[in-house]
């Protein structure tokens, strides 16, 4: 299943910073964008004292399609922001994990 493309323009979104997030994305790699969706959540760690953000992309198959494969690191736009990322091995479902530390995108 393919996502539909989607205008994803970083920090036109104002909300209340949250703990997850799930809708459309933008997968930036090497000057190249792909369209797709991520369900997100994100903590706080106080034993090292940074946000912790991770989740998956639903629609591997449109990045792997376009080359990107588990472990390339990326930047991962929503509607709320923007944050560089790694892409890493996929789940028993074929979507493909994807975290970070620090300010999340959403």
Known sequence: MSAEPVA??????EHEPEESYSGPAIVVHEGGEVAVRVVLRGLFQ???GRFHWYGRVDDAGALTGAGIRSGAEVVLRTPHG??????NDP????????????APPF
């Open 82 to 87: 923007e944050a560089p990322a790694r892409l």
């Open 46 to 48: 106080p034993l090292d």
């Open 8 to 13: 994803v323009t970083p920090g036109t979104s």
């Open 91 to 102: 789940d028993p479902w074929g979507r493909l994990r994807v975290g970070a530390l620090g």
